[in-house]
């Protein structure tokens, strides 16, 4: 796997704000089933890579609007 | 390349290591750790050779970067103490024995979660980890038998 940085910031905003900085080269990870398999295979080479275990908002289940929003971190 | 400062528990034990981005738990463990009871099969977290235990979860070591396991509780065959080694021994639920860590971790998770599990629900647990000698009879022998008091 090639090198990367990796940041986890602790608030949505500050994930927002990470990621429109740098759009193209930014992928934001949540488990890393799938995004940790397409890096080793150097499918997907970001130079940084944005987890969002740290984000207390995405630890969530939503049921407020018309869909059933699920965040599993 | 940015490093990253992570402290976790291996088998109960403090752990505090500085580990690059892309480190991966399989490589920290069984490289940097030495815990080379974890096997390094598909690589593609599919064959379940790598299955270790994260706050009590089974996963795929080959597919969790070491910054992920910061804070977290991490639990490794050489951490096992289960009667289910015992009913493996009893039920053959081995032949080459690759398989082997990783298939007691997940019926281990399993049986830690749902003492009382059915056989279809150690079938479904058990799919995700491969034994390429097809001895999976033994091995759901093995299961059940620990889950009936061994």
């Known amino acids: ?30 488990g890393g089933t799938s995004l ?12 940084r890579v944005l987890g969002l275990r740290r984000i207390e ?17 | 390349v940015s490093q990253h400062r992570i402290r976790f528990t291996l088998n109960g034990a403090s752990v505090d290591v500085t580990v690059p981005a892309e480190r991966l738990l399989l490589d920290l463990l069984r490289e940097d750790l030495r815990k080379t009871g ?4 598909c690589s593609v977290g599919v064959c379940g050779l790598c299955t270790v235990q994260v706050d009590g979860a089974p996963l795929s070591a080959c597919l969790v970067l070491a910054t992920q396991v910061d804070g977290a509780a991490v639990r490794t065959i050489e951490g096992l103490a289960s009667p289910l080694q015992e009913t493996f021994i009893d039920e053959g639920g081995f032949q080459c ?4 860590s990783g298939q007691l971790m997940t019926a281990d998770a399993l049986l830690r979660a749902k003492p009382d599990a059915t056989d279809a629900e150690i079938n479904d647990w058990q799919m995700g980890n491969l034994c390429r ?6 091995i759901a022998r093995a299961i059940a038998k620990a889950r009936d008091g061994g």
Do not use: N, S
């Open chain 2, 133 to 138: 000698c097809t001895g999976y009879y033994g």
């Open chain 1, 1 to 30: 796997m090639r090198p990367f940085d990796y940041v986890e910031p602790e608030t949505l905003d500050e994930a927002l704000e990470t990621l429109a900085a740098d759009p193209d080269d930014t992928v934001v990870m949540a």
């Open chain 2, 38 to 41: 974890t096997k390094d099969g």
């Open chain 2, 97 to 100: 024995g690759i398989c082997t």
């Open chain 1, 36 to 47: 940790v398999i397409l890096m080793k295979q150097d499918l997907v080479r970001p130079a």
């Open chain 1, 57 to 73: 908002a995405l630890r969530a289940v939503d049921e407020r609007r018309d869909v059933l929003a699920l965040f599993l971190l």
